[in-house]
């Protein structure tokens, strides 16, 4: 006699079915709240565990990656495995000629899925205050959402210099810690630091890159960062090393920020994918006029890939992680920095990177869950895991860039002062 599947069971397995067609997902499979496992029994990197029956409605009803993301948040199911490829199910639906919303309004399957008692939202949200986007008073909002969380919570998952920004990796199987260290030096040889000059570190984080400059290259490095906790952590960090001369972190919007002497280098880091499209002009204005003639400019930003996805309705990250902020394609940053009487001098892309480095994230934050209980709430915690894996994900597959672009502001003759080759940034051992 065959066996009698509990309620709900059936309607979600046909909906499985039609969802995906033919094509199964390679990497993910599901398993239902009363065991049953879809499409087959073979393990795969992830598993989607559905919590109850009103789950499939809850995670695909909306159609787009912010309601799948949310489900997900909400604890509708949860992610065993490989969460980075769990987060290639998105793609898939949205690869469709028509996007994911179209395979579920033309038929029976999604309406005869169980609902499930609806619950508020446990999780953060942005308050803008009715503030425009990217006025002084939102981007501080924006970024204080973002980097306030909890510099305990940060602490767990980052290296030791608790550098929030991309690794540079000599090899996959590099740790952590080396990778960060050997990415400060990846960027201050690109600056070409030398003794007594003065550096400006825009969106300087808790410090890190401030620190190493200061130490290892004998600068004077003013830091700003619109984060209070960021701001205070840095600044005792500055205190324990003995660098309170050298080193000056400032709760300031590099907008707000006049320095008649100028500077000898500016360097940004992970910051002005916060600035907006619109903004870009005045960003790289505003740079150029700090900087003295002659001096060079770091900018080191997450862009477009040469492979973006498609998305349908809100972004997650917009809604959850960065509030306001802006990926753009790497030809209309270089525009805006031309505009502005920069010269681009150098585009390195270091994707493969920075897949490597949310890699280690991800897996330090997993291990360390309970821990991070202590600090922030589970939505909390599950928007930190999913953004981190999804950004691999994207990193890995082309979605994303981090492109680093040395711009140069020439003298009045015309002269950048800069070598004729690179050979200094890569001395041989």
């Given amino acids: 006699m065959p066996a009698v599947l ?71 199911f949860d992610i065993a495995g490989d969460v980075e490829a769990a987060c290639g199910l998105a ?21 005869r899925l169980p609902t499930a008692a609806g619950s508020a939202p446990g999780w953060r949200t942005f308050a803008t205050g009715g503030e425009p986007p990217h006025t002084l008073a939102r981007d501080r909002a924006a970024v204080s959402f973002h980097y306030d969380l909890s510099n305990d919570f940060y602490r767990l998952w980052l290296d030791e210099r ?37 550096l400006l570190d ?40 003995g660098l309170t001369g050298r080193v000056r972190i400032e709760l300031r919007d590099y907008r707000e920020l006049r320095e008649p002497e100028g500077y000898d280098a500016i360097v940004s880091v992970g910051m002005s994918e916060h600035v907006g499209a619109g903004r870009l002009p005045e960003y790289f204005r505003h740079a150029a006029a700090l900087l003295k003639p002659g001096g060079v400019f770091l900018n080191h930003a997450i862009g477009e890939g040469a492979r973006p996805r498609r998305h349908h309705g809100p972004s997650f990250i917009e809604k959850h992680v960065f509030p306001d902020a802006h990926i753009p ?8 920095a031309e505009a502005a009487g920069l010269e681009v001098r150098d585009v390195e892309n270091l994707r493969e990177h920075y897949a490597l480095t949310l890699r280690h994230w991800v897996r330090r934050i997993e291990a360390r869950h309970a821990e991070a209980r202590q600090h922030v709430d589970e ?49 041989r051992p």
């Fill in 6 to 76: 509990s309620p709900g069971v059936t309607p979600a397995l046909r909906f499985l079915d039609h969802l995906f067609g033919s094509v199964p997902p390679r990497d993910v499979s599901f398993r239902l709240w009363e065991g049953t496992a879809w499409p087959d029994a073979q393990r795969r990197p992830a598993t989607l565990v559905l919590k109850h029956p009103g789950a499939l409605r809850a995670m695909f009803g909306p159609g787009n990656e912010l309601g799948l993301a949310e489900a997900y948040l909400a604890d509708d």
């Fill in 91 to 111: 793609g898939q639906l949205e690869s469709r000629p028509e996007g994911w919303r179209a395979a579920l309004g033309d038929y029976l399957h999604f309406h």
């Fill in 162 to 198: 608790m550098i929030y920004s991309c690794a540079y990796f000599t090899s996959p199987d590099d740790g952590l810690d080396a990778a960060q260290a050997a990415k400060l030096r990846h960027l201050t040889r690109k600056l070409r630091l030398r003794p007594g000059q003065r």
């Fill in 202 to 241: 825009i969106g300087c984080g808790w410090g890190g890159l401030a620190l190493h400059a200061a130490r290892e290259h004998g600068v004077e490095v003013t830091g700003l960062t619109l984060s209070t906790r960021q701001a205070e952590f840095a600044a005792q960090r500055v205190r324990d090393a």
């Fill in 329 to 336: 394609p790497i030809p209309s940053v270089l525009a805006a």
């Fill in 379 to 427: 939505p909390t915690y599950r928007i930190w895991r999913l953004y981190l894996a999804g950004s691999a994900h994207g990193f890995a597959h082309g979605h994303l860039a981090i492109y680093q672009a040395l711009l140069a502001k020439p003298d009045g003759g015309g002269d950048a002062h800069l070598p004729l080759t690179r050979d200094d940034w890569y001395p």
